[in-house]
């Protein structure tokens, strides 16, 4: 009797150091989420799925759009969003998709009044007991910028070349021809 006395006290002593040693990893692995978070060069930020609350946001966030992160906290996501971005937000949320999510470009507001481009990447999490979503903006601005110039091009010589009375054709090195007004 002594000795399964003595097992079960081991055996709740191992299972107590393996509770200790489990609580301590996610200790840790909070500490390094929450650094890895923090220092991201992209903008990031969690919020509240159902009041869309933004809950934290990092110091890429605050640097970008301008907002103190008090005053983030104060905010909703469709308050960076003009009245058409919060539609299509609202519509995006109801799929309500917990696997990983990558869409855009949507257009985002900055404190100034500015508006950018910007693509994201998001998850369905649990934040503090309360259904949220993480999210990761990349400006790309730019980018949307250069490609609508580069329309606007393209259709500038195609209307161009179509009411030209001479006819335009364009080949390649290898003489195959791309295009014949």
């Not at 055996?11 to 650094?35: K, N, P, T, V």
């Amino acid at each position: 009797a002594e000795w399964r006395v003595l097992e079960r006290s081991v055996g709740l002593a191992a299972l107590a150091i393996e509770r200790a040693r489990s609580a301590a990893e996610l200790r840790d692995r909070g500490a390094q989420f929450r650094y890895l978070f923090a220092n991201n060069p992209h903008p990031m930020w969690v919020f509240d799925q159902e009041t869309l609350a933004f809950l934290e946001v990092n110091d890429a966030a605050v640097a970008r759009y301008g907002y103190t992160p008090d005053e983030f906290k104060r905010m909703g996501v469709g308050d960076i969003r003009s009245p058409e971005e919060r539609m299509r937000l609202l519509e995006s949320l109801a799929t309500n998709q917990d696997e990983l999510q990558a869409s855009g470009p949507w257009y985002h507001l900055l404190k100034d009044g500015r508006e950018i481009a910007v693509e994201t990447a998001s998850r369905a999490l649990n934040y503090q007991g309360r259904v949220a979503r993480l999210v990761v903006a990349q400006d790309v601005t730019g980018r949307v910028e250069a490609e609508a110039a580069l329309r606007a091009s393209e259709e500038r010589f195609r209307a161009l070349a179509q009411h030209a009375s001479d006819v335009t054709t364009i080949l390649d090195r290898d003489g195959t021809r791309r295009y014949i007004s």
